[in-house]
T-cell receptor
Framework: DAMVIQNPRYQVTQFGKPVTLSCSQT?????MYWYQQKSSQAPKLLFH???????NEADTPDNFQSRRPNTSFCFLDIRSPGLGDAAMYLC???????????FGSGTQLSVL | DAKTTQPTSMDCAEGRAANLPCNHS???????VYWYRQIHSQGPQYIIH???NNETNEMASLIITEDRKSSTLILPHATLRDTAVYYC??????????FGTGTRLKVLA
């Protein structure tokens, strides 16, 4: 049973056209994360939420925004995608400090 | 920045034990060491974690040195399906999990 669900699995957008990626969880975890992973690189943390408390990484571009309307859902908004934003976007959850991460299958974003 | 360093790549013969090292010299007393692996185009998969004692589960064993500055993940009988990138992670601050470069393990037939 999938516990962290990301939709869609593949997303194609046009250069400069806003796009939203979604993540939902059935674990009732407090913490949700978004990672960006480019080809042959390690996942890079963009931001995370503890409940509604948003924590942005210092080097995350302003082009990336996130929303968490409730415990179960979290969204990644890319306001004006560039070619360099093509990547796998991974959502993860954890129950709190010193708790393991649960990952979704990821959304592969292509920018044309 | 990640708090761990790992070799970039390793090879292992099928059926043999794969021993993957990780250095985490700045680890604090209450910080756990986590291991994940990622098979191509999939989300990372949790393997095992530990604080100071050695740990074993159905997937692997984790050996942590007494000073906790390094650890080794052991896959006792590697199979071709264990070919993946293996990440060792120590949380950075509260709730932050920063990935290092990981070790690309290739299991050879």
């Amino acid at each position: 049973d999938a516990m962290v669900i990301q939709n869609p699995r593949y997303q194609v957008t046009q250069f400069g056209k806003p796009v939203t990626l979604s993540c939902s969880q059935t674990l009732n975890h407090n913490v949700m994360y978004w990672y960006q992973q480019k080809s042959s690189q390690a996942p890079k943390l963009l931001f995370h939420y503890y409940d509604k408390d948003f924590n942005n990484e210092a080097d995350t571009p302003d082009n990336f925004q996130s929303r968490r309307p409730n415990t179960s859902f979290c969204f990644l908004d890319i306001r004006s995608p560039g070619l360099g934003d093509a990547a796998m976007y991974l959502c993860a959850t954890s129950g709190g400090s010193n708790e393991k991460l649960f990952f979704g299958s990821g959304t592969q974003l292509s920018v044309l | 920045d990640a708090k761990t360093t790992q070799p970039t790549s390793m090879d292992c013969a099928e059926g043999r034990a794969a021993n993957l090292p990780c250095n985490h010299s700045t680890i604090s007393g209450n910080e756990y060491v986590y291991w994940y692996r990622q098979i191509h185009s999939q989300g990372p998969q949790y393997i095992i974690h530990g604080l100071k004692n050695n740990e074993t589960n159905e997937m692997a064993s984790l050996i942590i040195t007494e000073d906790r500055k390094s650890s080794t993940l052991i896959l006792p009988h590697a199979t071709l399906r264990d070919t993946a990138v293996y990440y060792c992670i120590v949380p950075t601050g509260t709730y932050k999990y920063i990935f290092g470069t990981g070790t690309r393990l290739k299991v050879l037939a």
